[in-house]
């Protein structure tokens, strides 16, 4: 026994370093310094952006180094950007529900219907607009949108119909904006319903229920994680569209982003500018998550 005892005495016992170095994944050294890089490159404008927020415009001298909120409170109290807001949410909001309504029968049909020789086909067909800019989709829709455009021409030929009066209208942004985010709620649809087990709604279909109820029952709710992202998706970049509502609004209609632009490189009135960016950051990033944490108490319960 006493050899053994000697043994275990002389045993180097491990540093408390070399334990802490073992515990730490080599993952974590791995991915840290790219993190370290994308929150830097996120964050570090974001924080310069809100310290001009905090500075005062005046007329001559770009900006004045301050601490003062009163580009917030000019917000709230002017009742023009109140109403760009306003607009801003409702035109961001119907565009999303419109994406939604046309997209889901889109994805449905290439995952469940659509041949499997024409699956790949029809996605390079619902990707292509991706490959081009939004000024030259948004340009494309002038084109049909415009008093002699295509549309016009077409309601004209047939005689029935007396040409609409759309562009430079709310419903014109709205158009542009659903055909620009219609793409990312197709795909972002469809790869959650290739997630979802076939034979569930073969075994809701043997017995007895509907198409309809198969959808409103088993299929909606599983696909509930799918249509969070891509409606978030969706909001998020209509809530920042700055093209479409300046080529297809005009200079009568008016949103945050062509606003915000418009105060830091036309009026050149930074301290505002980054103030209204802040305001639109935090009012998306609000209901955002409002949104996102009703919907996910809806699908707890759902999977109860």
């Known amino acids: 026994m006493e050899p053994m005892t000697s043994a275990a005495a002389t045993a180097p ?38 310290r001009y927020s905090l500075n005062r415009f005046v007329p ?27 607009t801003t949410l409702w035109v961001s909001g119907l565009s999303t529900l ?6 889901f029968p889109v994805a449905y049909y290439l995952v469940r219907q659509a041949p499997p020789v024409w699956k790949s086909r029809l996605m390079i067909l619902i990707i292509l ?3 081009m800019g939004n000024a030259v989709r948004t340009a494309a829709w002038m084109v049909i949108l415009g ?8 309601m004209a030929a047939t005689g029935l119909f007396s040409p ?6 709310p419903a014109a942004v709205v158009i542009g904006l659903v055909s620009v985010m219609l793409p990312f709620m197709i795909v972002t649809l469809r790869g959650i319903l290739e997630g979802i087990d076939r034979n569930l709604e073969d075994a ?30 969706c909001f998020i970049l209509s809530m920042n569209a700055y093209a479409t509502p300046v080529l297809i609004g005009g200079p009568q209609f008016h949103m945050m982003a062509p606003e915000v632009y418009q105060q830091v490189a036309k009026a050149m009135n930074w301290p505002f500018g980054s103030a209204l960016a802040f305001i639109l950051m935090a009012v998306t990033l609000v209901l955002t998550t409002v949104a996102n944490m009703l919907i996910q108490r809806r699908y707890r319960r759902w999977s109860e």
């Open 13 to 50: 016992h491990p540093s408390p370093g070399s334990a802490r170095a073992r515990r730490i994944p080599p993952a974590f050294g791995l991915a840290s310094p790219a993190t370290l890089f994308v929150v830097l490159a996120l964050l570090g404008p974001l924080a310069l952006m809100f």
């Open 60 to 86: 001559g001298e770009f900006m004045v180094e301050a601490l003062t909120l009163e580009n917030y409170v000019k917000f709230l109290g002017d009742g023009f950007y109140q109403e760009v807001l306003f």
């Open 98 to 103: 419109l994406c939604l309504l046309a997209g």
């Open 129 to 131: 607009p991706l490959l």
């Open 147 to 154: 008093d002699k455009g295509l549309l016009a021409a077409g």
């Open 164 to 169: 609409l009066k759309l562009m430079y209208t």
């Open 204 to 233: 809701a279909e043997s017995l007895g229920a509907s198409h309809l109820m198969v959808l409103w029952r088993v299929v909606l709710p599983l696909a509930l994680p799918g249509i969070l992202a891509g409606t978030m998706l």
